[in-house]
């Protein structure tokens, strides 16, 4: 038996070995791109002699930022904290309404012009409202954070949810599906792929939306400290928590993508990666 099983486990490995090989291939362009950025960033500095208050080296951005970890932690915990409750909450809300708009012709008729109109209004201008109303808490920067996710992924999801074909619904019901059996095996894997693209678009958003209603009104997370240390003369420090904000969106990203793939992967967009 153990001879039978040494064989299976180290023909993983090799598997492993040619995987991380694919995707080193794939990604080595980037990896260029990068790593030549930031040399070009560091020669700059000295070649032009750009003084340090006004663009620091990436270098003294990680020395500087480094030595105020624990209080970037914390604050990327904080904004991470109110990105990830704004989105979930963005999603829950705005996948029913879009789903019941794409369903119902009289509500395509009066919500959806007015979510279109709403839209169209910069979601920093309620921003101050609501703190105005609710305080400096946690709860304002939610509310922030449901309306710069919530359209992205209702929009998308009436889109979705209304695009399906008269020819394919006509064909289920001709095959003796029901409502619910259609839409759980017919209209659902099809409005995915075009739910997702809101989904994504909102995960884009969400630290943005944290961002914007930390600089009107915070007293912690990663906005507040990028306005407090560019008001010191920082960069540096700045540079440090735009990095940190750069990875929390990543995260954030990062996750859709991996529910994407697990939920849709026979999808080209999921196929074609």
């Given at each position: 038996?153990?001879?039978?099983?040494?064989?299976?486990t180290?023909?993983?490995?090799?598997?492993l070995?040619q995987?991380?090989?694919?995707?080193?291939?794939?990604?080595?362009?980037?990896?260029?791109?990068f790593?030549?950025?930031?040399?070009c960033?560091?020669?700059?500095?000295?070649l032009?002699?750009?003084?340090?208050?006004?663009?620091?080296k990436p270098?003294e951005?990680?020395?500087?930022g480094?030595?105020d970890?624990?209080?970037?932690?914390n604050?990327?915990?904080?904004?991470g904290?109110e990105?990830f409750l704004?989105y979930?909450?963005?999603?829950?809300?705005?996948?029913?309404?879009?789903?019941?708009?794409?369903?119902?012709?009289?509500?395509?008729?009066?919500?959806y012009p007015?979510?279109?109109?709403?839209?169209?209004?910069?979601k920093?201008?309620f921003?101050?409202?609501?703190?105005?109303?609710l305080g400096?808490?946690?709860l304002?920067?939610?509310?922030?954070?449901?309306?710069?996710?919530?359209f992205p992924?209702?929009?998308n999801?009436?889109?979705a949810?209304?695009?399906?074909?008269?020819?394919l619904t006509?064909?289920?019901?001709?095959?003796?599906?029901?409502?619910?059996?259609?839409?759980?095996?017919v209209?659902l894997?099809?409005?995915?792929?075009?739910c997702?693209?809101g989904?994504k678009?909102?995960?884009?958003?969400?630290?943005?939306?944290?961002?914007i209603a930390?600089f009107?009104?915070?007293d912690?997370?990663?906005?507040?400290?990028?306005q407090?240390?560019t008001?010191?003369?920082?960069?540096?420090?700045a540079?440090?928590?735009?990095?940190?904000?750069?990875?929390?969106?990543?995260?954030l990203f990062?996750?859709?993508t991996?529910?994407?793939?697990l939920?849709?992967?026979?999808?080209?967009?999921?196929?074609?990666?």
């Open positions: 038996m153990a001879s039978s099983e040494k064989p299976a180290t023909g993983r490995v090799p598997a070995l995987r991380l090989l694919v995707s080193l291939q794939r990604s080595w362009p980037f990896l260029a791109f790593v030549g950025f930031f040399l960033w560091e020669w700059s500095v000295d032009f002699a750009i003084k340090a208050y006004i663009l620091p270098t951005i990680v020395a500087k480094w030595a970890i624990p209080r970037l932690v604050y990327t915990l904080i904004t904290l990105s704004g979930l909450l963005a999603i829950a809300i705005g996948l029913p309404i879009g789903l019941a708009i794409a369903f119902s012709q009289i509500l395509r008729r009066t919500i007015f979510f279109i109109s709403l839209e169209m209004v910069p920093i201008a921003a101050p409202l609501f703190i105005s109303w400096f808490g946690l304002p920067k939610v509310i922030i954070l449901v309306l710069v996710c919530f992924v209702a929009l999801a009436i889109h949810f209304g695009s399906l074909s008269d020819e006509r064909f289920c019901r001709s095959t003796g599906a029901g409502p619910w059996r259609t839409f759980r095996k209209r894997p099809a409005a995915l792929p075009q997702f693209v989904f678009y909102a995960a884009v958003n969400a630290t943005v939306g944290a961002t930390e009107i009104g915070s912690q997370g990663l906005g507040f400290y990028i407090i240390v008001g010191n003369m920082r960069p540096d420090l540079f440090a928590g735009i990095f940190f904000l750069t990875v929390l969106g990543l995260v990062g996750l859709v991996l529910a994407e793939r939920l849709i992967p026979w999808h080209i967009s999921v196929r074609r990666h």
